[in-house]
């Protein structure tokens, strides 16, 4: 079984409607982050969680909203989506050194999003 | 802000060649500096992570450098195989008090049989 999960992989859905994608990770890890990707575009932050008190913003959070409901699940909410939302989303979890900085980031399979 | 460039975008190559992706930095204090791999619609596979204090990562046919005062890092792929057509992404982990890594765009590989 993959160790970062999200669901769904693919929707469609109309300009206005909330939409919540949800992420799980099996690895452990304190750390998750959500990302959007455009087309020839490198991958933006969103939000990003370093534990389950603890939420911050990214580079584009606006139009957007997280939950942590646990230390292995994290979700992204789009409160009234809008057609420039359309992208792949990416969450990914990443597990700091002892003392250090975070190491690998390991990602999900991703959720292709349309907003028509 | 750091700022993450990849030269060149695209590259189409005959199976067999070695390659090597270019991967700038504007910001030398950074902690790491990681390649990944993308298959089209897929998610990023972490390839190779070299930390600040070293200076090349290897794993099989891929080489990865890291030139911190210069802020380059390059990925070297040998024997080039259609398989390894992918993107290739690199990322620069800064020392900011959030650790969070900075992408850039990304080289697009073909591999031609």
């Known amino acids: 079984d993959a160790d970062v999960t999200q669901t769904p992989r693919n929707r469609i859905t109309k300009t206005g409607k909330r939409i919540m994608l949800e992420c799980s990770q099996t690895?452990?890890?304190?750390?998750m982050y959500w990302y959007r990707q455009d087309p020839g575009l490198g991958l933006q932050l969103i939000y990003y969680s370093f534990d389950v008190k603890d939420i911050n913003k990214g580079e584009i959070s606006d139009g957007y909203s997280v939950s942590r409901q646990a230390q292995a699940k994290f979700s992204l909410s789009l409160e009234s989506a809008i057609p420039n939302q359309t992208a792949l989303y990416f969450c990914a979890t990443s597990d700091p050194t002892t003392g250090g900085p975070p190491d690998t980031q390991y990602f999900g399979p991703g959720t292709r999003l349309t907003v028509l | 802000k750091q700022e993450v460039t990849q030269i060149p975008a695209a590259l189409s190559v005959p199976e067999g060649e070695n390659l090597v992706l270019n991967c700038s930095f504007t910001?030398?204090?950074?902690?790491?500096l990681q390649w990944f791999r993308q298959d089209p619609g897929k998610g990023l596979t972490s390839l190779l992570l070299i930390q600040s204090s070293q200076r090349e990562q290897t794993s099989g046919r891929l080489n990865a450098s890291l030139d911190k005062s210069s802020g380059r890092s390059t990925l070297y792929i040998a024997a080039s195989q259609p398989g390894d057509s992918a993107t290739y992404l690199c990322a620069a982990g800064g020392w900011g008090g959030s650790y969070i890594p900075t992408f850039g765009r990304g080289t697009s590989l073909i591999v031609h049989p």
């Open positions: 690895k452990g890890h304190d750390r």
């Open positions: 910001d030398s204090a950074i902690y790491n």
